[in-house]
């Protein structure tokens, strides 16, 4: 990979993380919506991986409760596996354009959802009974496409939880997803020295970006910031879509 690709890596990844320091959005998505305009997919999820954990690993320790929040979510977390293992073979037997569209609507989607979503919990006999289909969904949506938001965190918002919860349950499903992901890229034979180099180099950024964006978050106001970082994300999607569409 030439240099100035990897600076181009880099600097997604510290602004990726700075915007997840700042509004609490999933890092991949954001990181992803970057790459994805210069580095194919099936090269830009593994550059994502090891950054991802270190993300993850950072909001987690910041968030506790993570044992009740863990024993909560177990069916969740579980059915996840199959989705992704299934989303994996799908990024594997498609051509790089598809996930990318893929890729596209899922960021336009939940960019639109959070920009209009509204106090809304759902029935408690419904809570357990999505559980197992939300996690199988966002296993499929993230091992197509690298993201991990859909629709995870539309459905986690939804259980009028505490937002320490809701941060904790989400970065324990980032975490666990991107651990079986680096695992499923290494048996696809997407994964090279070059790669997991690059993408280790991304961890020192990652944790500067999160602190510089944890700090900003404090002294500005921080709906303004989420409502920004939501329209780019929109912009990010509609764009791919754009230019997947007019690939394939």
Do not use: H
Request: hydrophobic share 55%; net charge positive.
């Amino acid at each position: 990979m030439e240099l100035t690709l990897i600076l181009a890596v880099e600097v997604a990844f510290i602004a990726a993380a700075f915007l997840k320091g700042m509004t609490g959005l999933g890092f991949s998505t954001l990181c992803l919506g970057m790459l994805a305009s210069f580095v194919d997919l099936k090269l830009s999820i593994p550059l994502v991986i090891l950054p991802s954990l270190t993300s993850n690993a950072l909001v987690m320790i910041d968030a506790g409760e993570f044992r009740s929040t863990f024993r909560r979510f177990v069916p969740m977390f579980v059915c996840a596996f199959p989705g992704l293992l299934m989303g994996l073979w799908l990024l594997n037997s498609m051509s790089g354009d598809r996930p990318r569209f893929v890729l596209g609507i899922v960021l336009a989607l939940y960019g639109c959802w959070a920009l209009l979503q509204g106090e809304y919990v759902l029935p408690e006999n419904w809570q357990r009974r999505l559980m197992g289909p939300v996690g199988l969904v966002t296993g499929v949506i993230n091992g197509l496409t690298g993201s991990q938001i859909m629709p995870i965190l539309p459905y986690l918002l939804s259980l009028g939880l505490t937002k320490n919860i809701v941060v904790q349950a989400i970065n324990t499903s980032f975490t666990i997803s991107s651990l079986v992901m680096l695992l499923g890229l290494g048996k696809l034979g997407l994964l090279s020295a070059e790669l997991i180099t690059i993408s280790a180099v991304g961890i020192i950024p990652v944790a500067v970006g999160i602190r510089l964006g944890s700090r900003v978050r404090r002294r500005v106001s921080e709906a303004l910031f989420r409502v920004l970082v939501l329209w780019m994300l929109i912009l990010l999607g509609v764009s791919l879509i754009m230019r997947s569409w007019a690939a394939m």
